[in-house]
């Protein structure tokens, strides 16, 4: 079966699901056009997700997805403490812009299991991870009667995600934005370029390969068609879509930015991911002290990001974007449905 086919879809074009980007907006004008629209809702509660899965529902019929984070990646390790360095930049920068003690860190994803009931009941058609998947919800999934798809980032996490049954695998390239989905191995191993890891990815499997990172007009997607990915997966392409929930500060700096600015650091979240350099990236990185794990490292600078984005600071906000940063097209998602 076909890509198409396997979707329901017109154009092997998926919308990457972001979670803090994506809203239903986005994903029904992108479903609307013919593409696969995705929302990422790895910090959506489940309340709140159901009711953004509705609002989905209630602008398109077409086929979407919502993507969770792995339950496995949303511990929080509770003999972590923060290194002193790290402590004392953060009370640091909470007296620099009024923002008193550092509050206890909360748990801003999942969880995961009662997200995953929520697609389950909604009857998402087609459900996507990010950190792995796990065999028993690739079986549930199935149950349902509804698709799974995984990211992976190396030739082993592609073929484990077709051992346990996934129906596609998402071949993400070290330009992309936003976390690696690494989940096995060193990320410093997984930093395989698009053009390399897509036609590695998909003479390893006999499951569709749908290439993402570094995708951003029909050049990126007529290459990764020759590479054999039966479709792609663009998220920094969409960003500043008007579709989408980024605040303008994070809009203005990507349409200013080119490719350069862009680095994979694990000082936002303690897990790598890709964004535009900023000055806490930077002095987090210079404290040379272990980091805490994620989802912690990113949980202690919550107050600190939320201030951020509601001053319109872009040196305190996690603003993730890939290497095609400088190629982003600012214009809607669908713009026949947008102009109706
Ligand atoms: C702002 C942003 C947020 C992202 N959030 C998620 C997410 O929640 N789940 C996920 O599976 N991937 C997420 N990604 C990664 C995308 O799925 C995809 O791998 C990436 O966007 C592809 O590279 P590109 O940005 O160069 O198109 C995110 C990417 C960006 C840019």
């Not at 809702?41 to 993507?67: C, E, G, H, W």
């Amino acid at each position: 079966m076909n890509i198409k086919q396997l979707f329901d879809i017109e154009h092997p074009i998926l919308q990457a699901p972001m979670a803090g980007a994506s809203t239903p907006d986005l994903v029904a004008n992108v479903s609307e056009a013919g593409g696969l629209g995705g929302l990422g809702a790895a910090a959506m509660p489940p309340d709140y997700l159901r009711k953004q899965i509705q609002a989905i529902k209630q602008r398109t019929s077409a086929a979407f997805s919502v993507n969770l984070f792995s339950p496995a990646s949303e511990i929080f390790d509770p003999e972590s403490q923060p290194g002193d360095k790290f402590s004392a930049l953060l009370a640091g920068y909470h007296q620099e812009f009024e923002l008193g003690e550092v509050p206890a860190p909360g748990n801003l994803f999942g969880p995961a299991e009662e997200q995953l009931q929520v697609l389950l009941d909604e009857r998402v058609p087609v459900i996507s991870f990010h950190f792995g998947a796990e065999p028993e919800h690739v079986d549930a999934i199935h149950d349902a009667g509804l698709k799974v798809i995984c990211s992976a980032t190396n030739i082993k996490e592609a073929k484990i995600l077709e051992s346990i049954g996934v129906d596609a695998v998402i071949a993400q390239g070290s330009e992309a934005g936003g976390h690696r989905g690494t989940f096995i191995g060193s990320y410093q191993d997984s930093l395989i370029g698009t053009l390399a890891l897509v036609p590695q990815i998909v003479d390893a499997v006999s499951i569709p390969v749908i290439a993402a990172g570094g995708i951003m007009d029909a050049r990126g997607i007529v290459a990764c068609r020759a590479l054999g990915a039966q479709a792609v997966q663009l998220g920094t392409a969409f960003l500043c879509c008007p579709e989408t929930g980024i605040p303008d500060v994070w809009r203005q700096t990507l349409l200013a930015s080119q490719a350069g600015q862009t680095t994979v650091t694990t000082a936002m979240s303690g897990k790598p991911a890709r964004g535009i350099r900023n000055r806490y990236i930077t002095e987090v990185e210079n404290l040379n002290e272990p980091l805490l794990p994620y989802p912690l490292q990113y949980a202690v600078s919550e107050t600190l990001r939320k201030q951020a984005t509601q001053t319109g600071n872009p040196e305190f906000m996690a603003m993730w974007s890939g290497q095609g940063v400088g190629l982003i097209n600012p214009s809607s998602a669908n713009r026949t449905h947008a102009q109706s």
